[in-house]
């Protein structure tokens, strides 16, 4: 199988053990979306949807995964965007490319999950009222 051009996206309850190839499994309840591998080697890609993971959104042309799929566990090592439905690749990045952006990943997860979390107005009225 060749390298594809873009994933039909079905929204499902239930990722199907045995995914086809060119389709975007999204299950909202369970957050996350999943595919084979856009190069055709049949790696099962999953992604969570959640704040410290990708992003979905979803537009009349189609579906967009934000950041991009870097593949970097498989053999193939493939890296590609998933933009309104259509797969965009990059370019093969080098064994030191694909560190120093799984290090700056890494960083990004721990300051958000770090971060001090805001406390709402609403929050700190009722704490105040209750307490």
């Given at each position: 199988m060749s390298r594809l051009k873009s994933l039909k996206p079905e929204f499902v309850e239930f990722i199907p053990g045995e995914p086809k190839p060119g389709v975007l499994y999204i299950s909202e309840k369970y957050k996350t979306a999943t595919?084979?591998?856009?190069?055709?080697?049949?790696?099962k890609v999953v992604t969570p949807l959640k704040t410290a993971g990708w992003r979905l959104t979803t537009e009349r042309r189609g579906v967009t995964l934000y950041p991009s799929i870097g593949n970097w566990s498989f053999p193939c090592q493939s890296h590609y965007w998933i933009r309104g439905s259509k797969v965009e690749w990059a370019e093969r990045m080098t064994r030191e490319e694909i560190n120093v952006v799984r290090e700056r990943d890494r960083r990004d997860r721990e300051a958000y999950f770090d971060a001090p979390r805001k406390t709402s107005w609403w929050r700190k009225l009722l704490d105040r009222f209750w307490n």
């Open positions: 595919h084979l591998c856009c190069c055709g080697c049949g790696s």
